[in-house]
């Protein structure tokens, strides 16, 4: 290999050494010697460019992009709520004396949750229950005195002061009555409070007490929800409004199942918009058959909004690199490869809506040893 920059700084050396050194002569002698050093390089370096070979050009299959209407998609965010969901309180005061669920375990309508300590109650109920059997004695004797009095007073034997004050009596005996019965019916509830029942289907999400608590009225027993069907809560920017409506499919995915795709129909769509984030609420009903989604999840929703023509190409086309979808695009014979932005799905084709147009032809099925600029045919 040769070293052209140390030939020329040997050559400039020699030449001044010989200037004070050598005669004219002696001088072109040298000069001589160096041009032929030069030349003999640079000959043994074309020699080595020349042997060398270029790489063969890969075989490749092309398809041609082309264009065709799509769907136009609306792009948001949202989370996964359940259908019913609520924090079940206990509705009555004591200790807990029973637990029959845990966190997870699935519940019908109407199973036993938990039981509270409720003798005191018991007691409190027997005896209004006993108070409403003395007034509805009492208004039963009252309403006899009232027939009695009534007859004593059309044969003149009592006075009118008299019988209008029996009169009040018996108007007020019943209204008594009821007042207890309604008393009585309230402490026979407290009693049936004490078993805390699921008010509907769901699935166990928390359970805050345990035996022996301490609870009140208003003390959360279970965190209880319906998973079947879900609720998708995702907001619309207020320009967007007019793409949402009611009966509209959505779909959407979770980091959970990257690989899958979800739907829903768009059920309940607010009727204000929210002036904090100028915004609107929708929700969409989603079957969850299946089990796999949980409330909570947060979701990429895609709304669709009309249809549009676009370049497509087939899914085998588009190639994964470091995060980002790359297309093989051949030009001139080489490899050109573009980083691609992608839109909807339809069957096994995928819109581009960035970094190729339609005509173009892009390598099926690349592989991962293509690289940029590589030669195929």
């Known amino acids: 290999m040769c070293q052209p920059r140390l030939l020329v700084a040997t050559m400039g050396t020699r030449f001044r050494h010989t200037m004070n050194a050598l005669s004219r002569h002696a001088l072109v002698d040298s000069l001589g010697v160096l041009l032929f050093t030069i030349s003999v390089c640079g000959c043994k370096d074309g020699g080595a460019t020349a042997n060398r070979t270029a790489a063969p050009p890969v075989h490749v299959e092309t398809d041609v992009v082309h264009e065709q209407p799509m769907p136009r998609t609306l ?5 996964l709520r359940g259908e019913h969901e609520t924090d079940l309180a206990a509705n009555t005061a ?12 699935q519940v019908k309508k109407g199973d036993v949750i938990a039981k509270v300590d409720i003798r005191a109650a018991s007691l409190g109920a027997a005896e209004a229950k006993a ?13 006899r005195d009232c027939e009695r009095y009534a007859t004593l007073f059309e044969q003149g034997a009592i006075s009118k002061a008299e019988y209008d004050r029996i009169s009040d009596q018996c108007r007020t005996t019943p209204l008594s009555a009821e007042a207890t019965e309604a008393r ?7 009693v049936g409070d004490g078993v805390v029942r699921a008010p509907f289907g769901g699935v166990v999400t928390e359970r805050y007490v345990e035996v022996g608590q301490f609870v009140r009225q208003d003390s959360k027993v279970v965190a209880l929800v319906d998973i079947d069907p879900l609720r998708l809560q995702f907001a619309v920017p207020e320009a967007n409004l007019a793409a949402i409506k009611q009966n509209d499919a959505v779909s959407f995915s979770v980091s959970a199942y990257p690989e899958r795709t979800f739907d829903g129909v768009v059920k309940y769509v607010g009727a204000a918009i929210r002036e904090t984030t100028r915004d609107l609420v929708a929700e969409a009903i989603v079957d969850n058959g299946e089990g796999l989604l949980r409330p909570g999840m947060f979701a990429s929703v895609t709304v669709r909004t009309g249809t549009e023509k676009m370049p497509v190409v087939a899914k085998e086309s588009l190639l994964a690199r470091e995060g980002r979808t790359h297309l093989m695009v051949v030009s001139d ?17 995928v819109a ?9 032809k892009i390598v099926r099925k690349p592989s991962d040893g293509l690289r940029n600029g590589q030669l195929v045919n």
């Open 94 to 105: 004591g200790r807990v004396v029973e637990t029959f669920v845990e966190r997870g375990v």
């Open 131 to 143: 108070t409403a059997e003395l007034a509805r004695r009492q208004a039963d004797s009252a309403k």
């Open 352 to 360: 581009v809506t960035r970094g190729v147009r339609p005509g173009e």
């Open 75 to 79: 792009q948001l965010t949202g989370n």
């Open 333 to 349: 014979g080489r490899i050109d490869e573009r980083v691609v932005q992608t839109g909807t799905e339809s069957g096994d084709l």
């Open 184 to 190: 009585a019916r309230a402490a026979a509830l407290v």
